[in-house]
Antibody, heavy 122, light 107 residues
Framework: QVQLQESGPGLVKPSQTLSLTCTVS??????????WTWIRQHPGKGLEWIGN???????NYNPSLKSRVTISIDTSTNQFSLKLSSVTAADTAVYYC??????????????WGQGTMVTVSS | DIQMTQSPSSVSASVGDRVTITCRAS??????LAWYQQKPGKAPKLLIY???SLQSGVPSRFSGSGSGTDFTLTISSLQPEDFATYFC?????????FGGGTKVEIK
C-alpha cells in the first residue's frame, strides 16, 4: 500500500522560499505511470493544482505559479519536492502531495498525503 | 484553463435522502472527471474517476454520470458519514482544475 507523507517548515517568511518534501513509502517513485503531484488548499477554500513530475523528471506546472515553482524528484530516496519562491501571505495554505497511482492515464488522485499547513508570516 | 463549476455550493439534507451534485466544465472533457469527498482536517478521498467508475472501497450508494461538459454525482441514500464537502476535478488537461466544492450539511 503506497503512502505519502509531506514534511517541511510550517512557517515561512515573506519573500523567502517554501520548501516541502513528500516521502513515498510502500512503493517506488521510479516507475512509469503515476505522476507525482503537489496540490494546495487555502484555508476554507477549494483545491489548486500546483504541478507534477514524472519519474523521468518531466514536469508540468500551473501557469499561475509557474514562474515561482520548481518540482524535483529523487528516486534514490523515494522523495519528490516542491519549492515555491518569493512567497507572500497568499501562499498560506495546506499543501498536499498526491498521486494517481492506480488510475493512470487519468489524473485522478487515489493516494494523498495527510497535508501540511504552511503559513507565510514575518 | 478549463473552468469547473459546481452547484449547488451547499445543500441541506437528511439521512436517507437522495442528493445530487452537478459539475459543469467550460469545455468538453470527455469522461475525464473525478469526484472527491473531503471531511474537515482531512485530505480529499477519491470517490469516482472516469466520470462513472467507482473507486475501490467506496460504497455503491455513490454514483457518477455524464460526459462532455455536464456531470453528476449522486448519493442514493445519504448516510451520517456522508456529511462532507465534495469536489469535482478535470482529470486530463494541464493545468488540472477543481470545482469550488459542494458542502453537504445536516438538515
Amino acid at each position: 500500500q503506497v503512502q505519502l507523507q509531506e514534511s517541511g517548515p510550517g512557517l515561512v517568511k515573506p519573500s523567502q522560499t517554501l520548501s516541502l518534501t513528500c516521502t513515498v513509502s510502500g512503493g517506488s517513485l521510479n516507475i512509469g505511470g503515476p505522476y507525482w503531484t503537489w496540490i494546495r488548499q487555502h484555508p476554507g477554500k477549494g483545491l489548486e493544482w500546483i504541478g507534477n513530475i514524472y519519474y523521468s523528471g518531466n514536469t508540468n506546472y500551473n501557469p499561475s505559479l509557474k514562474s515561482r515553482v520548481t518540482i524535483s524528484i529523487d528516486t534514490s530516496t523515494n522523495q519528490f519536492s516542491l519549492k515555491l519562491s518569493s512567497v507572500t501571505a497568499a501562499d498560506t495554505a495546506v499543501y498536499y502531495c498526491a498521486t494517481s497511482y492506480d488510475t493512470p492515464p487519468e489524473h485522478a488522485f487515489d493516494i494523498w498525503g495527510q497535508g501540511t499547513m504552511v503559513t507565510v508570516s514575518s | 484553463d478549463i473552468q469547473m463549476t459546481q452547484s449547488p455550493s451547499s445543500v441541506s439534507a437528511s439521512v436517507g435522502d437522495r442528493v445530487t451534485i452537478t459539475c459543469r466544465a467550460s469545455q468538453g472533457i470527455g469522461s475525464w472527471l473525478a469526484w472527491y469527498q473531503q471531511k474537515p482536517g482531512k485530505a480529499p478521498k477519491l470517490l469516482i474517476y472516469g466520470a462513472s467508475s467507482l473507486q475501490s472501497g467506496v460504497p455503491s450508494r455513490f454514483s457518477g454520470s455524464g460526459s462532455g461538459t455536464d456531470f453528476t454525482l449522486t448519493i442514493s441514500s445519504l448516510q451520517p458519514e456522508d456529511f462532507a464537502t465534495y469536489f469535482c476535478q478535470e482529470a486530463n488537461s494541464f493545468p488540472l482544475t477543481f470545482g469550488g466544492g459542494t458542502k453537504v450539511e445536516i438538515k
